[in-house]
């Protein structure tokens, strides 16, 4: 099991004792390093997928499993990236590339 510091960043919102809940558990989890190959796929995620402005992070999100090869990511925003709708054109744009793409899904879904 890996992460990412912008999951960090996302886990630290929000109510105060939530964070420091999840944040104590995602601190033995080891950390993906993003590098140029990650920003280069989440732009072309940004640019060819219908991604609100605001979801730059969710294509980062997509970039660093995909780039880091990851057999799976885990999440639970079906808004933009375990989203049925989207999982083609983002399995196409990362193949296109020549990476191979982790299943996308739920942490229900993969139990």
């Known amino acids: 099991m890996f992460t990412a510091q912008i999951v ?7 109510d105060p004792d939530a964070a420091t809940r999840r944040l104590e558990v995602l601190e033995a989890i080891p950390l993906l390093e993003p590098g140029d190959e990650v920003s280069d796929l989440a732009e072309a995620l940004i640019e060819q997928i219908p991604f609100p402005p605001r979801a730059a992070a969710d294509a980062l999100h997509i970039a660093i499993a ?6 799976y990511l885990l999440t639970w925003n079906c808004t933009h990236i375990a989203n049925a709708a989207l999982r083609s054109p983002i399995e196409e744009i990362c193949r296109s590339r020549g990476y191979n793409v982790p299943i996308i899904c739920t942490p229900e879904e993969l139990l």
């Open 66 to 71: 995909v780039v880091s090869g990851m057999d």
């Open 8 to 14: 960090i960043k996302e886990a630290s919102g929000g």
